[in-house]
């Protein structure tokens, strides 16, 4: 099996298991750790960003739960990066040493003021904020009849030079395009 059949095998696991109702194994936070890391593996950065088998720097703000959850997978292969789950940022210009940042429910009143921060940085940005890929975010989680789907603001990401697999757009609930 390529790992091209593998990461879609993955993404389309998630996707048939998040069909259902969670599962009391299966928190919600492991749930959304489990979107963010597999994301990542369908990403591409500018070369200038990220050399291959470098690592990837993940950051979460607003979150505290999901960072710790997320911090469990630090240290793994992310396709052809390692996961580098970062400490908890103190000022917003520490931002851009992200390559990925995720965006908690608590920043609800500042996200638009963040993504406005970041947007020609090759920065992946995810949230379950609701509206967030429409209002210019990366990527936005959202539930739907007791479902994780995910919606793509493709004209975002490829502002910040990033590039998205077309497998994973094939999986997208939604695509903004403007």
Known sequence: ???????????LLLASTSAQPCRAE?????????????????????ASTIKPGGRVRLCVIGNDGLRTSLSTLGGRKVGE?????????????????????????QEQRRFLQVIKSLEETPVLTISDISDFAEHGGGIGLLYRESR??????????RKTGLRLSS????????????
């Not at 390692?82 to 390559?99: A, F, K, S």
Request: some cysteine; aromatic content about 12%.
């Open 81 to 105: 990066y390692e996961l580098q789950v970062m400490p908890p940022l103190v000022r917003n210009d520490d931002l851009g040493i992200c390559h990925v940042l995720y965006i908690g429910g």
């Open 26 to 46: 299966l928190t919600e936070l492991q749930i959304k750790s489990a979107y963010v890391f597999n994301f990542i593996k369908f990403v591409e950065w500018p």
């Open 148 to 157: 994780m789907l995910f919606e793509v603001n493709l004209a975002s990401t």
């Open 167 to 178: 497998q994973m757009l094939n999986l997208a609930a939604n695509i903004f395009r403007r």
């Open 1 to 11: 099996m390529t790992n091209t059949s593998r990461l879609i095998w993955v993404l």
